[in-house]
T-cell receptor, first 114, second 115 residues
Framework: GENVEQHPSTLSVQEGDSAVIKCTYS??????FPWYKQELGKGPQLIID?????GEKKDQRIAVTLNKTAKHFSLHITETQPEDSAVYFC?????????????FGKGTKLSVKP | GAGVSQSPSNKVTEKGKDVELRCDPI?????LYWYRQSLGQGLEFLIY????????KSGLPSDRFSAERTGGSVSTLTIQRTQQEDSAVYLC?????????????FGPGTRLTVL
């Protein structure tokens, strides 16, 4: 089955700086990579996703890049704001197993200091 | 429209007692998932339902855990004879269909504390 590793586990940046979170996956058949944001006391919410037919996708201050050869994908947040502070999770499909359809990374706690 | 709802939001119970956690998925969503999130950890898959098919129970940690989904909508996760290690946030998610690339929409979770 799929294995997803996420780094770093914690990230602290100054407001206005950029933040980058990286994930690697093991199954070369994976073709869908979502990113979820979880605020304190709430469930995860999808913020952006990328499919294997593109290398980069942007949505305002958020972008995701995908390198299928190296089997890694990254979340980029530019011009960070305090409201970006949350835990971010990456995920990938688990084609080889029966444990639902997504395997999640362990999360990155992002703190944006004003 | 209404999102995924879960109840109760918080549950405190004594070791050995049974608990029931409820999930109301988004109307029309055929797939429903349960996850467990321990403090500072990622999401651990527990079980999923797709329409009227038999559920995939491969993620359930022990036979004390069970779940059902009535009428293809509301789901209940039951934990029997709770243990302290069951303390966690239990998250429910639903998606329109169980496609490998379908967005999963999460509820706010139920925080379970076993004393």
């Amino acid at each position: 089955g799929e294995n997803v590793e996420q780094h770093p586990s914690t990230l602290s940046v100054q407001e206005g700086d950029s933040a980058v979170i990286k994930c690697t996956y093991s199954d070369s058949a994976s073709n869908y990579f979502p990113w979820y944001k979880q605020e304190l006391g709430k469930g995860p919410q999808l913020i952006i996703d990328i499919r294997s037919n593109v290398g980069e996708k942007k949505d305002q201050r958020i972008a995701v890049t995908l390198n299928k050869t190296a089997k890694h994908f990254s979340l980029h947040i530019t011009e960070t704001q305090p409201e970006d502070s949350a835990v971010y999770f990456c995920a990938a499909p688990n084609y080889g197993g029966s444990q639902g359809n997504l395997i999640f990374g362990k999360g990155t706690k992002l703190s944006v200091k004003p | 429209g209404a999102g995924v709802s879960q109840s109760p939001s918080n549950k405190v119970t004594e070791k050995g007692k049974d608990v029931e956690l409820r999930c109301d998925p988004i109307s029309g969503h055929t797939a429903l998932y349960w996850y467990r999130q321990s403090l500072g950890q990622g999401l651990e898959f527990l079980i999923y339902f797709q329409g009227n098919s038999a559920p995939d129970k491969s993620g359930l940690p022990s036979d004390r855990f069970s779940a059902e989904r009535t009428g293809g909508s509301v789901s209940t996760l039951t934990i029997q004879r709770t243990q302290q290690e069951d303390s966690a946030v239990y998250l429910c998610a639903s998606s329109l269909v169980r496609g490998l690339t379908d967005t999963q929409y999460f509820g706010p979770g139920t925080r379970l504390t076993v004393l």
